[in-house]
């Protein structure tokens, strides 16, 4: 007489790998007459799987006959549990516009980066006479204001003195020197205004970032 039992469920749930005496226990079951036609089916079906349920070895021995079933512990003797990957989460559509949107822009940082120190600012500001044409610009405004200062010097020095060339030259030499004295007050208040700017930008870029 046939023992009856139900059909071991095979679904997820703890998996081991088949060993010989599993698989030896397997064949024997799926021919044991004392089995119910579903566990000979179950037995006959595991008996050709690499990893097998856990549950439904189990179910098996349990309805066998305690003198044709192995003992439970050189049953399972050199098995090993079978752990299976969960499926990995598919990115929404969204999720991976953000990343690759992401990706360019940090490709972008490191690129400028890497080329900030031989690449100019677009919003840094020209260095006062960088050029040719501002260097000769201020090179004749130079020479044109101290020409004009000796001028208005041996002027007024010969109206004042009358027509001693002596102090009508010593009157031109002043006014040249109060014309340098004029360019070179010049010149130290455009570079400071170049300073004043180029400190004024730098902090905002460092605000910026």
């Known amino acids: ?26 064949v024997s079951a799926s021919t044991d007459p004392h089995l119910s036609k579903d566990l000979q089916q179950t037995a006959s079906k595991l008996s050709s799987k690499s990893n097998v349920p856990y549950r439904a070895i189990r179910a098996l021995w349990v309805a066998s006959r ?49 080329v900030k120190d031989i690449t100019p600012r677009k919003d840094s500001a020209p260095e006062p006479f960088s050029s040719y044409k501002d260097q000769l610009g201020f090179g004749l405004h130079v020479v044109v204001t101290m020409f004009t200062g000796y001028l208005v010097g041996y002027a007024a020095f010969r109206a004042l003195f009358s027509h001693s060339p002596v102090m009508n030259a010593a009157g031109g030499i002043l006014g040249l020197v109060i014309g340098m004295l004029v360019e070179t007050l010049i010149f130290i208040i455009q570079a400071s205004r170049y300073d004043l700017k180029s400190s004024s930008s730098t902090s905002k870029l460092k605000k910026d970032q």
């Open 1 to 26: 007489m046939s023992r009856d039992s139900p059909a071991p469920a095979t679904g997820p749930g703890l998996v081991i790998s088949t060993t010989a005496p599993i698989l030896s226990f397997l």
């Open 66 to 114: 305690a003198s044709t079933r192995p003992q439970l512990v050189k049953l399972f003797s050199g098995s090993g549990f079978v752990f299976t990957s969960p499926k990995p989460r598919e990115k929404s559509e969204e999720l991976k516009t953000r990343l690759k949107k992401l990706a360019e822009i940090s490709e972008r940082n490191a690129y400028a980066e890497l």
